[in-house]
T-cell receptor, first 115, second 112 residues
Framework: GAVVSQHPSRVICKSGTSVKIECRSL??????MFWYRQFPKQSLMLMAT?????????EQGVEKDKFLINHASLTLSTLTVTSAHPEDSSFYIC???????????FGPGTRLTVT | LAKTTQPISMDSYEGQEVNITCSHN???????ITWYQQFPSQGPRFIIQ???TKVTNEVASLFIPADRKSSTLSLPRVSLSDTAVYYC?????????????FGAGTTVTVRA
């Protein structure tokens, strides 16, 4: 099946710094990628939809200036958490949609810890 | 997006069949039903997808009645490694606006 990778898998950063998370579709092109956040014992919450070559669409309540999303190519989307705070500590998961097959594949997730 | 309702949790034993029913009363004509499995600290993994009647693959079966207002994921002969959270999602798969929104999911615990 199709593979989506995320890098890094884990990151620890200090409060006030920025962190970039990469999401790549390895064997298919994805015009649309999605970013989710998951807190412990909770379900995945959709943060934003990223379309290649255009601005991301953010879900209600998600700060677009804090969570910067760039989808510069058909295989790469990045999420930058700016001025991170401890409450941003979470599990961030991306997914990529293969529009030829209408399938959506998920990455393994990135554990962010802000100290 | 059609709202889905699933049981919060289910317990089972190794070798048993587990059936998880998901209600989606407001499912639209173009909506498909997709089930994902998630282990702790991992991304969701696709299990099965269907539109109507019955779909079967190497890991599960999906039963969808004629009115499509519910669906049942069937996991045959579960093992300890099937302990996970299972999510039922409904959406217009072929729409450009399609995006998956997750509900609470069903935590399945398989005991020896």
């Amino acid at each position: 099946g199709a593979v989506v990778s995320q890098h890094p898998s884990r990151v620890i950063c200090k409060s006030g710094t920025s962190v970039k998370i990469e999401c790549r579709s390895l064997d298919f092109q994805a015009t649309t990628m999605f970013w989710y956040r998951q807190f412990p014992k909770q379900s995945l919450m959709l943060m934003a939809t990223s379309n290649e070559g255009s601005k991301a669409t953010y879900e209600q309540g998600v700060e677009k200036d804090k969570f910067l999303i760039n989808h510069a190519s058909l295989t790469l989307s990045t999420l930058t958490v700016t001025s991170a705070h401890p409450e941003d500590s979470s599990f961030y998961i991306c997914s990529a949609r293969d529009t030829r097959a209408y399938e959506q594949y998920f990455g393994p997730g990135t554990r962010l810890t802000v100290t | 997006l059609a709202k889905t309702t699933q049981p919060i949790s289910m317990d089972s034993y190794e070798g048993q069949e587990v059936n998880i029913t998901c209600s989606h009363n407001n499912i639209a004509t173009n909506d498909y039903i997709t089930w994902y499995q998630q282990f702790p600290s991992q991304g969701p993994r696709f299990i099965i997808q269907g539109y109507k009647t019955k779909v079967t693959n190497e890991v599960a079966s999906l039963f969808i009645p004629a009115d499509r207002k519910s669906s049942t994921l069937s996991l045959p002969r579960v093992s300890l490694s099937d302990t996970a959270v299972y999510y039922c999602l409904v959406g217009a798969l072929r729409s450009n606006d399609y995006k998956l929104s997750f509900g609470a999911g069903t935590t399945v615990t398989v005991r020896a």
